[in-house]
């Protein structure tokens, strides 16, 4: 059973656009919500995270939207650049715990 | 320094052999994670390590799986048998300390085929 649904599965986008990625997930346990990207040949590494007491982080052009309520969180990457195409994934964890539910990840490619 | 590194990188294998894939972690990493990727399916959590102890082992998908970590370093995740479904990229992950808040680093991983 996927804890954590991520869509969609790939996305395009022009150069100066807006890249969207949505999560949800069902285990309310879960306060911690990483972004992690991937590079071809390469590992994840993180990119940003967020915990449920907020609704909003921004580090520079990526920012997470998240809705407590709703259960989902997004990654939103405004001015998107041809360097941004990678796999985003989303996670979500407890604070308390050390495992980590990944989303199924998102083929992003911003087109110049 | 130098990050984390696996080993070998590409490994190609005949159905029912034994494989054995290296990680070298972070020096001075305490949590050792195991990760397998499949085309489609995002990362699946299949073990980690506080020093040389795996406490929850029920992220392995059978027990054709197993996995040890020798003085608080190198990890080796060791398939038998395997069978063509273990096909992956096999991930692994180091962290400072245990716990969702100290950050992973990945290693480029190891692609695993199986014919």
């Known amino acids: 059973q996927q804890q954590v649904k991520q869509s969609p599965q790939s996305l395009i986008v022009q150069k100066g656009g807006i890249s969207i990625i949505n999560c949800a997930y069902e285990?309310?346990?879960?306060?911690?919500f990483p972004w992690y990207q991937q590079f071809p040949g390469k590992g994840p590494a993180l990119l940003i995270a967020?915990?449920?007491?907020?609704s909003e982080k921004k580090e520079g052009r990526f920012t997470i939207s998240f809705n407590k309520s709703a259960k989902q969180f997004s990654l939103h990457i405004m001015d998107s650049q041809p360097g941004d195409s990678a796999t985003y994934f989303c996670?979500?964890?407890?604070?308390?715990?050390?495992?980590?539910?990944f989303g199924t990840g998102t083929s992003l490619t911003v087109i110049p | 320094g130098a990050g984390v590194s696996q080993s070998p990188s590409n490994k190609v294998t005949e159905k029912g052999k034994d494989v054995e894939l290296r990680c070298d972690p972070i020096?001075?990493?305490?949590?050792l994670y195991w990760y397998r990727q499949s085309l489609g399916q995002g990362l699946e959590f299949l073990i980690y390590f506080q020093g040389n102890s795996a406490p929850d082992k029920s992220g392995l998908p059978s027990d054709r799986f197993s996995a040890e970590r020798t003085g608080g370093s190198v990890s080796t995740l060791t398939i038998q048998r395997t069978q063509q479904e273990d096909s992956a990229v096999y991930l692994c992950?180091?962290?400072?300390?245990?716990?969702?808040?100290?950050?992973?680093?990945f290693g480029p991983g190891t692609r695993l085929t199986v014919l």
């Open positions: 285990n309310t346990a879960f306060d911690y």
């Open positions: 967020i915990r449920p007491d907020v």
């Open positions: 996670a979500a964890s407890t604070l308390t715990g050390n495992q980590f539910y």
């Open positions: 020096s001075g990493h305490t949590a």
């Open positions: 992950a180091s962290s400072l300390y245990w716990g969702s808040l100290n950050e992973q680093f």
